[in-house]
């Protein structure tokens, strides 16, 4: 047996505000979307480079107030990217942490908090 992946699920509950905030914020793509029904909860996948998330309207998928760690390559060109887009509701920070990595926090519109990280060069991570 060999694990290959994963992919988070993360609860919302305005599709306008989550496609707002990870697709046209954090620019990830929409990769495609599914409902039971049409008046029925939505639940979609999202992709940027080789990390893909899950958005989920649906009620017992998973609790709001998540946090998950996305490991990155040129955190400080992602960080300027993010502050230039004058988003209205975040202004993420870059932080360097006590092991050795560069941090840039956001948290999306439902209170799920994405921490992007780099490690520096001198710390790397060790698998």
């Given at each position: 047996?060999?694990?290959?992946?994963?992919?988070?699920?993360?609860?919302?509950?305005?599709?306008?505000?989550?496609?707002?905030?990870?697709?046209?914020?954090?620019?990830?793509?929409?990769?495609?979307?599914?409902?039971?029904?049409?008046?029925?909860?939505?639940?979609?996948?999202?992709?940027?480079?080789?990390?893909?998330?899950?958005?989920?309207?649906?009620?017992?998928?998973?609790?709001?107030?998540?946090?998950?760690?996305?490991?990155?390559?040129?955190?400080?060109?992602?960080h300027s990217r993010l502050v230039?887009?004058?988003?209205?509701?975040?202004?993420?920070?870059?932080?360097?942490?006590?092991?050795?990595?560069?941090?840039?926090?956001?948290?999306?519109?439902?209170?799920?908090?994405?921490?992007?990280?780099?490690?520096?060069?001198?710390?790397?991570?060790?698998?």
């Amino acid at each position: 047996m060999k694990l290959s992946g994963i992919i988070p699920i993360l609860r919302i509950f305005d599709i306008t505000k989550a496609k707002e905030f990870y697709l046209e914020y954090l620019d990830f793509k929409l990769d495609w979307e599914h409902r039971f029904e049409n008046d029925m909860p939505l639940y979609l996948q999202i992709s940027r480079d080789h990390t893909q998330l899950h958005l989920s309207e649906h009620h017992g998928d998973c609790s709001p107030g998540a946090a998950i760690r996305i490991e990155v390559t040129g955190i400080h060109e992602f960080h300027s990217r993010l502050v230039s887009k004058n988003y209205r509701f975040a202004r993420p920070g870059l932080e360097s942490t006590p092991w050795g990595s560069k941090e840039c926090t956001v948290t999306d519109p439902f209170g799920n908090r994405i921490i992007f990280f780099e490690y520096e060069k001198v710390n790397q991570h060790v698998s």
